[in-house]
């Protein structure tokens, strides 16, 4: 019997269709075994494909998936309707109000962000590896989601699984680059420091105004079973790494 597929939700996005995926119930194999949906994992376009298709189905049965070339950048696109792959924007975040479209951010150590005012009927979803998360992913998903008609009161967000403090080793020059941010490394070997990634995430969304957050605190690296890690794969020195899916969508009106 295939395995099936595993889909965390968050208390704080309750009433809207969400869910962060990991690697259980796909048909990749190999070093991606599992739901691989990484187009650049070197892995078969065709089980790629079939992944998604499994992933959105187990979200939002029906509806179309809507994802964008991630480059950790800060920039967020308002969708319509979903690109062909061959045309999807440069961007790291995405947000509708649009029933039927379901938003798809990949990560692989990074952490998803999900976003919904749900009495607005908006949602948005953003890729916040350290890089955007400091160039403001987070804030330009919250400016683009008020421009189509959220409050900011009532926009809640959830922080879906990624790398944990405990098994992100960063160096001091990297730790120099948050200088507001003392709260979220904690001193390791000598000359490096452990980054607490979903706590700095979650600081910058408190800080934008954002007052109910859900994290998940799931270890993408420490749970080969569950998840796949980019850093993982560096230190096993593998050739390829999968990636995951974390997805938000508007039901269609009954």
Excluded at 203 to 215: H, Q
Excluded at 224 to 245: L, M, V
Aim: with cysteine; charged share 20%; aromatic share 6%.
């Amino acid at each position: 019997m295939a395995e099936p597929i595993e889909v965390l939700t968050a208390d704080a996005l309750a009433g809207v269709p969400h869910g962060f995926l990991g690697r259980r119930g796909g048909i990749s194999t190999g070093e991606v075994a599992g739901l691989n949906v990484g187009l650049g994992a070197g892995d078969d376009d065709a089980a790629v494909a079939e992944n998604r298709r499994r992933a959105a189905a187990a979200v939002l049965p029906g509806a179309e998936l809507a994802t964008v070339y991630q480059v950790h950048s800060a920039d967020c696109v308002v969708v319509t309707e979903p690109w062909p792959l061959d045309q999807r924007p440069h961007a790291d975040a995405m947000v509708t109000d649009r029933p039927g479209v379901l938003l798809g951010i990949v990560t692989a150590d990074c952490a998803p962000v999900l976003f919904a005012d749900r009495e607005a009927g908006v949602i948005g979803a953003a890729h916040a590896g350290w890089k955007g998360a400091l160039g403001g992913v987070c804030e330009a998903t919250i400016s683009a989601m008020i421009t189509l008609g959220a409050s900011p009161g009532s926009i809640k967000a959830a922080i879906g699984p990624c790398i944990a403090q405990a098994s992100y080793e960063v160096t001091e020059s990297f730790r120099d680059s948050f200088p507001d941010a003392a709260e979220c490394f904690a001193p390791g070997r000598v000359g490096h420091w452990q980054f607490d990634l979903e706590r700095f995430v979650a600081v910058r969304l408190e800080s934008a105004g954002i007052g109910v957050i859900s994290r998940l605190s799931q270890d993408t690296y420490a749970q080969d079973d569950r998840f796949f890690s980019f850093r993982r794969a560096t230190h096993r020195g593998e050739a390829n790494y999968g990636r995951q899916i974390s997805l938000i969508g508007l039901a269609e009106p009954a």
